[in-house]
């Protein structure tokens, strides 16, 4: 049974950071894709910051600079490490996981993230 764990989502106040963890079991084929999306109330879930198997990343310009996806292949999970975060920053964030052939997803349950401005 496949599960995806997140971790390191609270409150901060602007300028600070926070480090969110997504840690996959479970999972018997190649995770092409793992993301960050986050959601407020009201809006369409977006895409924060992806990294592919190659390592290739991606990142929304409204991250650039201040977030950095990796792999820990420690850990075996994908972190998002948040510098400088704002107030815009307030959401739900959730881990997802992506297989291209044949297609499929997965998502966690989301980890809150606050930043009091």
């Known amino acids: 049974q496949v599960h995806i764990e997140e971790s390191g989502g609270g409150l901060v106040e602007a300028g600070e950071s926070l480090r969110l963890s997504c840690r996959p079991s479970?999972?018997?084929?190649?995770?092409?894709?793992i993301g960050w999306y986050r959601q407020v109330p009201g809006k369409a879930r977006e895409l924060v910051a992806s990294i592919n198997i190659d390592g290739d990343t991606g990142y929304a310009d409204s991250v650039k600079g201040r977030f950095t996806i990796y792999k820990d292949n420690d850990k075996k999970a994908v972190d998002l490490q948040m510098n400088g975060l704002k107030s815009e920053d307030t959401a739900v964030y959730y881990c997802n996981i992506r297989r291209n052939q044949p297609w499929a997803e997965y998502w966690g349950q989301g980890t809150q993230v606050t930043v009091s401005s």
């Open positions: 479970g999972f018997k084929f190649v995770m092409d894709v």
